[in-house]
């Protein structure tokens, strides 16, 4: 006889379930109509592929790097350091890719409180952590934090001071954006990759 996995219901099923059903409740309290809140929004718009596919690609980025961070974290053959690195990379990764995913920082939370706490998880990612980034490659998260420091100042100077020129300077902030995603994951890769590489030594 077959034994039903209760881990699996418990971990996956349970909680999906009622993420789902939350989801459409509350969708049906603010009047939308549920069949636009499970369909992708590509189809719903009548959109071509290309619409939204850089900050699509971007938000995977974000994701693919919180999912490796969180995988790497629970590891029992990695440190504790490198342990409480990489659940701060996830969670830092996470609340990055939800911004983005939701867009908080343009139409809920605003730019500036946002910005600011990037800013300060930054600095004690970057304080807190000096020794064993320098291991890992202090530099390469140091060039995806400026690529991503960059699309913040076009954003929110550039882009005033040269309103005439909006989608030329929002081509060069999304460009430096996806840069410093790309360069993100890749550090976070390789931090992952180090933990594993030297484990509890």
Known sequence: MIKFPNKLFYISILPSTILYLAILSVSNLYNIKLSLVVRDLAQTCGY?????MISNIGILFWGAAASICFFTTFLESINRESSKLLLLGAIFSSLLCIDDLFLLHDRYIG???????YLAI?????????????????F?????????GLSVF???VIQQIFNQNYE?????????KFIGIVCWLNF????????????NS
């Open 122 to 138: 930054s600095i004690f990612l970057l304080v807190r952590f000096r020794r064993i980034l320098k291991k890992i490659g202090l």
């Open 154 to 156: 076009f954003d929110g």
């Open 111 to 117: 730019p500036d409180f946002l910005n600011l706490t």
């Open 168 to 176: 030329l300077t929002q081509l060069i902030e999304e460009g430096f």
């Open 48 to 52: 071509p592929i290309g619409v939204g």
């Open 188 to 199: 976070w890769c390789k931090a992952s990759s180090n933990a594993l590489k030297f484990g």
């Open 140 to 148: 390469n998260l140091i060039i995806s934090i400026l690529f991503l």
